[in-house]
């Protein structure tokens, strides 16, 4: 069974930090891509960050120099850390794994979701 569990979600004022982290069991995690994705209240779910299995990672304009993603692959754990956090930066955050075979088979898996609140 695969699971991936967020923690790490909170309340928050603007200027401040917060560490997502995502375990993930029931996949062979290092050959997954592993990605966060947000979705605010009223707008569709959007990329935020991804970091590939082979260690490449990227993250959106809006929250550039502000945002890290990195993985530890002996713990099975994907991390966020938000820094310089806004108010437009509160929604709920998804931890996602995804992996595409040579065969074109297409494996996603999401997290449940870690609500992040910035406001003072």
């Known amino acids: 069974q695969v699971q991936l569990v967020e923690s790490g979600g909170g309340l928050v004022q603007p200027g401040g930090s917060l560490r997502l982290s995502c375990a993930a069991s029931?996949?062979?995690?290092?050959?997954?891509?592993m990605g966060w994705y947000r979705q605010a209240p009223g707008k569709q779910r959007e990329l935020v960050a991804v970091i590939t299995s082979g260690g490449s990672a990227n993250v959106v304009d809006s929250v550039k120099g502000r945002f890290t993603i990195s993985r530890d692959n002996a713990k099975n754990m994907v991390y966020l850390q938000m820094n310089s956090l806004k108010p437009e930066d509160t929604a709920v955050y998804y931890c996602?794994?995804?992996?595409?075979?040579?065969?074109?088979?297409?494996?996603?898996?999401w997290g449940q979701g870690a609500r992040v609140t910035v406001s003072s």
């Open positions: 996602n794994a995804d992996f595409l075979s040579g065969l074109g088979q297409r494996r996603t898996y």
């Open positions: 029931g996949i062979i995690f290092s050959i997954y891509n």
